[in-house]
């Protein structure tokens, strides 16, 4: 950790280059045909290498509208840089004439994509995989910032070989949305991918599939014009399972001379820049696999469970779409949930496989993948491929134990109890509830049910499910065993601790972009200052205004119920 009074502030852009730092491309391979495809802009198929060099495609006239603030002070960012050009010009695409740069053009990567397991190839237009990858994601920085290395890459940032055809753009509407939702994410504790900037432009306008207003759709009925945008997303890598999973599959089936070699330079890079703690540079390569795999087993269950802890639903959790590092990334068809429902998906393509309560099991399947993709490195020891099996299948039990602490932690329990959860959940979908004020007010250590009535959809005027609603809760606090009030006190701030008051909601985001799109950026910021304290007892006026349940007017509308991909 890095001690405050040793952290070096940033003041200027060049003192930002200094820090750069390569890592992946001085210690990868280049895609060898690249320097014979000109600016490589235009889909192809990539057969081989870990990245291809590709400069974004700047944006027209950038627009600032927001940056994170709470991100900048961790990196020791001065504000003073967003008045710098070349910071602008950086993070808005254009890196054609910064003169400082010590490398001077972006690069992209590939993947593979499974969807729940099954390994997919149609998706990218040559029906073989090699055309899938980042379409409109570039990296244009990679730096050693006070002893922690950073990724920064641009979410719309232009075509690349990936693209399948598309602008490799993205629009301001899903650009509000990840950078918002990065940033509360990280607030309630969760790690994930980080928002720096986000910057639109009014100079240029893309076409997208989208819904009419007010309409109930699941299909996107009609084609929009919207802004453009770019959002720079920051992580530790941007290593995802689809990514190992790409050159798994070029090993097992011995698809060029260097395949197997191509895969051994992916596992150990992923090792160095996400598990240098837990995996020692001096053991084998068959030791670094297997701890490899439990390492990255015990992130992915700790995320889902805590994904489901706050309320949030992935809702397209591909193996694309999974980060090799364990933590959130791809914040595209994603929700909160607000009414709660076991199946609740709030993207229309995403089906029941990514919903809510199924997120354990999309976790599992996307290990599964990426236990496949490291199998050739162990495929001369049988022991060791065991080994990894035995670590593949162990995932469910422990994946389950991590949502039973989950569970146990936010009824305030020191054991999970299946009965009171069971019929807890029971009620839950009974009575229509909002699963985040729910879980609030239920910390204040509630008495009876008038207590928790603020996170009902619907008046509770059914005697039994009054009756079964006090039953529970006085089962629950024979549990609980507080028995006096400074125990209640104590109790009822750990469990305030672990159950949020504020999430962000999509009408929330609904209001905040549309208000950007007519030149409005108040609510972006707003947003940013409110989900950044999700856990903190906030002003009596922002209570009202943002700890309240869905409006009914809102239920079934597209766009606000549910949202389709096109971003």
Not at 332 to 343: A, V
Request: hydrophobic content about 35%.
């Amino acid at each position: 950790m890095i001690n405050e009074n040793n952290k070096k502030n940033i003041e200027t852009f060049g003192e930002l280059i200094n820090l750069s730092d390569y890592s992946f491309i001085e210690n990868l391979n280049s895609d060898p045909d690249a320097k014979h495809n000109g600016d490589n802009k235009y889909p192809r198929e990539v057969f081989s290498g870990h990245y291809i060099p590709v400069s974004p495609t700047a944006i027209k006239e950038p627009i600032y509208i927001s940056h994170s603030k709470n991100f900048f002070k961790e990196l020791g960012f001065s504000e003073n840089l967003l008045k710098s050009d070349d910071f602008i010009k950086l993070f808005s695409g254009d890196m054609s004439n910064i003169s400082n740069l010590k490398q001077n053009i972006g690069w992209a990567t590939g993947y593979a994509l499974s969807i729940y397991g099954r390994e997919y190839y149609a998706q990218c237009p040559f029906q073989t995989g090699n055309g899938y990858g980042d379409g409109r994601a570039i990296s244009v920085l990679e730096a050693v910032i006070n002893g922690k290395r950073w990724e920064f890459q641009l979410k719309g940032g232009g075509q690349t070989p990936y693209c399948r055809g598309a602008d490799g753009r993205a629009v301001l509407r899903s650009s509000v949305r990840e950078f918002l939702a990065q940033e509360h994410m990280h607030s309630l504790v969760i790690p994930t991918s980080r928002s720096l900037t986000l910057f639109t432009s009014k100079k240029e306008q893309v076409s997208r599939p989208w819904f009419k207003e007010k309409s109930s759709s699941y299909e996107p009925e009609v084609m929009i014009e919207e802004d453009v945008a770019i959002t720079t997303r920051v992580a530790s890598s941007f290593l995802r399972v689809g990514q190992i999973e790409l050159f798994g599959r070029r090993a097992r089936k011995n698809e060029h001379k260097n395949a197997l070699k191509e895969l051994e330079m992916i596992v150990l890079h992923l090792i160095k820049r996400e598990y240098s703690e837990e995996i020692k540079e001096d053991l084998s390569l068959e030791e670094k696999v297997l701890l490899l795999a439990q390492s990255f087993q015990d992130r992915l269950t700790s995320l889902v469970a805590n994904w489901i802890r706050v309320g949030y639903c992935q809702g397209n959790f591909n193996s694309d779409n999974c980060a090799a590092g364990g933590f959130t990334l791809d914040y595209g068809p994603f929700g909160f949930i607000e009414l709660f429902e076991p199946k609740y998906q709030s993207w229309t393509g995403g089906g029941m496989h990514f919903s809510f309560f199924n997120q354990p099991r999309a976790a599992q399947k996307n290990f599964k993948s990426f236990c496949s993709a490291l199998k050739p490195l162990l495929s001369s020891n049988k022991e060791a491929l065991e080994k990894l099996e035995n670590i593949e299948n162990s995932f469910a039990n422990v994946m389950e134990e991590k949502m039973q602490n989950m569970w146990a932690s936010k009824l305030g329990l020191k054991k999970f109890d299946f009965e009171l959860f069971d019929e807890l959940i029971n009620l839950m979908i009974d009575t229509k509830v909002d699963y985040t004020i729910f879980f609030r007010e239920l910390s204040n250590i509630v008495d009876d049910v008038s207590s928790i009535e603020k996170s009902f959809y619907a008046n509770l005027d059914n005697d039994i499910l009054k009756q079964r609603w006090n039953s529970w809760i006085e089962s629950w606090k024979s549990k609980i065993a507080v028995n006096d009030e400074e125990s209640k006190q104590k109790l009822s701030n750990q469990m305030k601790l672990i159950n949020p008051k504020y999430s962000l909601r999509e009408w929330h985001l609904v209001w905040a972009y549309q208000e950007a799109q007519n030149g409005n950026y108040e609510p972006v910021n707003e947003l940013q200052e409110i989900m950044t304290k999700p856990y903190e007892e906030q002003t009596k006026e922002i209570e009202e205004k943002y700890y309240i349940k869905k409006p009914i007017d809102f239920f079934g509308i597209a766009g606000i119920s549910h949202v389709s991909c096109s971003s």
